[in-house]
């Protein structure tokens, strides 16, 4: 157990300081890393997505008591953290922010090396359905509400406008492609693989790698209000994951790979969303930090949990 918590964090942590230390030395600078993140975004991660999901058999991608799970895990979470963040602030953009931070892993940066680390090329599924639930609902709720909070137009419009952007990305309809060839049993040939594969497999490293450059320049404000988005990211949300499979009746390999997930620190767009809000810029930059660090300690307790059956089948 010792050997696969150290032989999947390790790797992972040492990428990421490679890119914190090349922040912190001005090697690669902040700019950079907006350039990095639309490669990841729009070129590499896509291309692993459909090579993944074209090779994926149709039974799984119709499991939607998976999916179903896989929703309230995710948005449980968001709507406990923004109920607590209106209680608290009584502001709805500092609500919204709040419940993205909580709400959000991060699935694409850490979770597929990890995920691939610890179950090999055949765990790009959950990781697939956490993008598109992340995309077509969170991600345009949060618009919604942010747009709603300003005065900017009506939320309704905010909310499809948001969702023809996600749609029109290369990170939806590459899966896309790739569920609709695997529902149609059209095999493709292993060339068209390969040369998906031959850019999709540098997403893992250059994720992370960007992921420590990202966190190199974040500005450090240790509060309260920090400790509570670590408790409800790092353990009320993989705990919400697991009791919505079980309400669900729902297990195997697959609901033990989204309470992995569930329990990775805060995605680094919730940062961006806050700092384009120009509100709760330090509190989400310094959850992401913190739950970032933290979560090398709270994920290997998940593995050992996972390892010892939790969720399996």
């Known amino acids: 157990m010792l050997d696969q918590i150290v032989g999947s964090l390790v ?28 490669l990841v975004l729009d070129w590499i991660f896509p291309a692993l997505l459909l090579a993944g999901m074209a090779s994926t058999p149709r039974a799984q991608l119709l499991d ?88 900017e137009g009506s939320g309704a419009k905010a909310f499809v406008s948001s969702v023809l952007q996600a749609v029109r990305r290369p990170l939806m309809w590459a899966p896309a492609i790739g569920i609709l060839v ?56 993989p705990a919400v994951m697991v009791g919505a499979a079980l309400l669900l009746s729902v297990r195997g390999v697959p ?4 309470i992995l997930l569930c329990a990775l620190p805060s995605a680094t767009i919730s940062g961006m969303f806050a700092n384009a809000a120009g509100t709760y810029r330090d509190e989400a930059a310094t959850s992401i930090l913190f739950s970032t660090v933290l979560s090398i300690i709270t994920f290997s307790f998940v593995i050992y949990l996972v390892d010892r059956g939790l969720g399996g089948a």
């Not at 799970?69 to 449980?76: I, N, P, V, W």
Request: a positive charge.
């Open 64 to 151: 939607l008591r998976f999916v179903g799970a896989t929703f309230m895990g995710l948005m449980g979470t968001y709507v406990v953290a923004f109920a607590i963040g209106w209680a608290r602030y009584r502001k709805l953009k500092e609500a919204t922010l709040k419940g993205l931070v909580c709400g959000y892993p991060d699935g694409a940066f850490m979770g597929i090396p990890i995920l691939q680390s610890l179950y090999g090329p055949d765990s790009l599924y959950p990781i697939l359905v956490l993008n598109v639930i992340a995309s077509i609902v969170m991600i345009p709720l949060t618009t919604t509400l942010l747009a709603i909070a300003s005065g």
């Open 182 to 237: 695997s529902l149609l049993a059209i095999k493709l040939p292993s060339v068209v693989i390969e040369s998906l594969n031959l850019l999709g497999k540098a997403t893992p490293g250059v994720s992370l790698l960007c992921l420590g450059l990202i966190i190199s320049s974040v500005q450090l404000k240790p509060s309260a209000e920090v400790c509570w988005n670590l408790g409800l990211k790092l353990v009320l949300q």
């Open 255 to 258: 609901v033990q790979q989204m």
């Open 11 to 38: 790797p992972v942590a040492f990428v990421i300081a490679l890119g914190y230390i090349a922040g912190r030395r001005k090697t690669l600078e902040h700019s950079d890393s907006l350039l990095i993140t639309r």
